[in-house]
């Protein structure tokens, strides 16, 4: 039941994060900061993606996916096709990962260290539903601040 409920949580988050980077009505917009807004929304995508690559596609989909974190914050411009594209192909990853997991592979150590401490599998697609709830969270703020004619 408990990977049901996963499963709707992560489709219904990457759905709407679709949802907020196709609302931008600017799209250089998706790339801004300002003073006490340290992270563009195109650089929260883009760490939203390598999360759930990492850990999800990975780390239980055995998927080969190679992190460069340090390139999600750094990177300056990824057009909004591109973020869109690799949103849609990160949600697939997802959906296939979680479609045949067992419930009681969620008790199970995750197969990598994460944190300093082993921490089982459930926990650690809890935590992601949760950082992706964060993020989300403020993309959307974020648009609704600095979507503005440039």
Not at 9 to 33: C, M, N, S, V
Not at 134 to 144: A, C, E, K, M, S
């Amino acid at each position: 039941m408990f990977v049901t409920v996963l499963r709707t949580l992560f489709d219904r988050d990457l759905a709407k994060l679709a949802h907020e980077l196709a609302a931008y009505q600017h799209e250089p917009a998706l790339w801004r900061t300002a003073p006490g807004i340290s992270n563009s929304a195109g650089n929260l995508c883009l760490h939203l993606l390598g999360n759930l690559n990492t850990y999800i596609g990975a780390g239980l989909a055995h998927s080969g996916y190679v992190r460069d974190r340090d390139w999600e914050f750094a990177a300056p411009y990824v057009p909004r096709a591109e973020l869109l594209a690799g949103l849609a192909a990160t949600r697939r990853v997802v959906a296939d990962a979680l479609a045949d997991l067992p419930e009681a592979q969620l008790a199970a150590p995750y197969p990598l260290l994460v944190w300093e401490e082993p921490t089982s599998v459930g926990y650690l697609l809890q935590h992601l539903t949760t950082h992706l709830a964060y993020h989300l969270g403020q993309i959307n703020y974020h648009r609704r601040l600095l979507d503005q004619a440039a």
